[in-house]
């Protein structure tokens, strides 16, 4: 890589010359901080056009920077939308996604096999090569098991969970969720970390705020340029707010917590002003998916003008609150119409440190850079995709649609509903629609709420469609799916303490690392749900040295016994009739 990395700092270097600040000599590769908000909508910010106008912090920002309209990320869910970011690549491609489903969702639960592979390149690991040292505060949600440890993906530090704030749990068929620091679990969600669901208040935010500043902080007195990912998950029902924010929103609860956030990166953005580094720090803010409007009033956001939200390929799924801040770099003020991706901040940091993508595999992500500093626009598709399914692209101001879906009759009926007040006949559909041969194109420029799909006759029907069918054929031409790693879920790879043994166990409750050896673990053909008489042996040992994520120093080592894994999605009824049992403990 280290004559491709030359290459790429010598164009930085004519970019940065270019934008006016190159004729120094080599500059200092830029601190970079990531900022990543969860399920917070494009119509969040006072700066997108929210009428409270309640994030002040977030407006001067983009005043002061670039805002992008039109940022997407790369799955309407969580956890496949985070591994796209840090690997520049499609879930499709790094595995972030199921085949147990045509279109089916996927995310990291507990109780998940999979993980990040070890195959794929982390930008935390690659900036490595640029002397940063780097750090995530918040949510990992990029796999559970040891093996995928963010430390053991290019990270030096970490403050956070591996997964959201779900809960409270009982500790016994299911455990509260941990947090750690760095190798050692430092406790538990709803226990050392609380929230109270009645009134909104948890203290996490200025946790995660505390530990952004120190760690710059520290960067800076070591004078070594910093890579830092704060991904906090606040506006994540349930929506939380300390006690200074609770109450003082016209939006309710979820407005406390905005509210918070915004506070927050006022405080990150006036400490690189105090320590004089704003010139030499790229900070980006955005979100991993549309706000959960499942979750509304009380406990979702707004995406604005854009149909549906969190779990859908429609707009408000996948468009996302963007602005690049870069003082004496990025021309303050300005609107970017280039089509962005969270792939992209991959692609874009690996330019900023001088170093080139991996050039061994496809990487989705674009360099950002000429957008930011010559204004310059690149054509490039937008890809949505559900699970292993194409459900959409978009292509300049056009967007077809193959697949059209919400969620299912029985789950609507149930209450469940991602489109709330927003039917579209034929196109905000509860089964799974095929438009594979004559797709759905919306003009996004004129009907950015996808309402009113262009007319099958018309001559701009047909010339978006040639133009959007040659991408796709390119595409699917050229793509190997990555080994989905969302398959499997099998309960004994969750960090708890087995229900098994007693109910008074004798060991510490906050067990935290279980290594499962099934004949099916990994496999997607597991049966959905086995004879209570097959069981599959796991062993269980304790020891810090052996177990990082362990937060005891004691050994302690037991043959317990789990049922096989079983594809994800369907452990409610297979659980209900498959207890463990124990032979030896």
Known sequence: MAPVAAVTRWRLLLVLSAAGFGAMGTPKPPNILLLLMDDMGWGDLGVYGEPSRETPNLDRMAAEGMLFPNFYSANPLCSPSRAALLTGRLPIRNGFYTTNGHARNAYTPQEIVGGIPDGEHLLPELLKGAGYASKIVGKWHLGHRPQFHPLKHGFDEWFGSPNCHFGPYDNRARPNIPVYRDWEMVGRYYEEFPINLQTGEANLTQVYLQEALDFMKRQQVAQRPFFLYWAIDGTHAPVYASRPFLGTSRRGR??????????????????????????????????????????APKQGGSNGPFLC???????????????????????????????????????????????????????????????????????????????NTLMAVTLGQYKAHFWTWTNSWEEFRQGIDFCPGQNVSGVTTHTQEEHTKLPLIFHLGRDPGERYPLSFASTEYLDALRGVTLVVQQHQKTLVPGQPQLNVCNQAVMAWTPEAFCSAPPWPRSLAWAACSSENEGSSLAPPCLPP????????????????????????????????????????????????????A
């Open 309 to 387: 939200g969190k779990q859908t390929t429609f707009e408000g799924g996948m468009r996302e609150p963007a602005i690049a801040w870069w003082p004496g770099r990025i021309p303050a003020g300005q609107v970017s119409h280039q089509l962005g991706s969270v792939m992209d901040l991959f692609t874009t940091s690996l330019a900023l440190a001088g170093l080139a993508p991996p050039s061994d595999r496809v990487i989705d992500g674009l360099d950002l850079l000429p957008a930011m500093l010559r204004g310059q626009l690149t054509d490039r598709p937008i890809f949505y995709y559900r699970g």
């Open 533 to 584: 008489t097959r069981w599959s042996m796991a062993r269980l040992s304790w020891k810090s040295r052996e177990m990082p994520w362990s937060q005891d120093r004691r050994w302690l080592s037991w043959t317990i016994c789990w049922p096989l894994a079983e594809p994800c999605g369907r452990r409610v009824s297979c659980w209900a009739s498959c207890r463990p049992r124990c032979w030896s």
């Open 254 to 295: 979820y407005g406390d917590a905005v509210r918070e956030i915004d506070d927050s990166v006022g405080k990150i953005l006036s400490l690189l002003r105090d320590l004089r580094i704003t010139e030499n720090t790229f900070v980006f803010f955005t979100s991993d998916n549309g706000a959960a409007l499942i979750s």
